[in-house]
Nanobody
């Protein structure tokens, strides 16, 4: 059974920080590159950060230097530390394997991040 449970989203002021967490099924977590995606109203879902099974990370240009992704094998979790938040970071954030299809793959409920100016 696939499990993807995101948490940690809140409403914050611009410049603030948040830490998102995602509990992932062991069957996915241990063999897959994992990522954090976000989707703002009217926009497609986009991958903003990813971490390989070996721990290498990659970031979208829009979040580089502000977001940090990490994974904890003991807890089967993927986290996203976000700092210097901007209003344009406002979106629903989801975690999933890298390459997951919005249409055909299972997604969790996401967690809402709202950044006010």
């Amino acid at each position: 059974q696939v499990q993807l449970v995101e948490s940690g989203g809140e409403s914050v002021q611009a410049g603030g920080s948040l830490r998102l967490s995602c509990v992932v099924s062991a069957s996915i977590f241990r063999i897959r590159d994992m990522g954090w995606y976000r989707q703002a109203p009217g926009n497609p879902r986009e991958l903003v950060a990813s971490v390989t099974s070996g721990g290498s990370t990659n970031y979208a240009d829009s979040v580089k230097g502000r977001f940090t992704i990490s994974r904890d094998y003991a807890k089967n979790t993927v986290s996203l530390q976000m700092s210097s938040l901007k209003p344009e970071d406002t979106a629903v954030y989801y975690c999933n394997r890298v390459g997951a299809s919005v249409q055909y793959d299972y997604w969790g409920q996401g967690t809402q991040v709202t950044v006010s100016s």
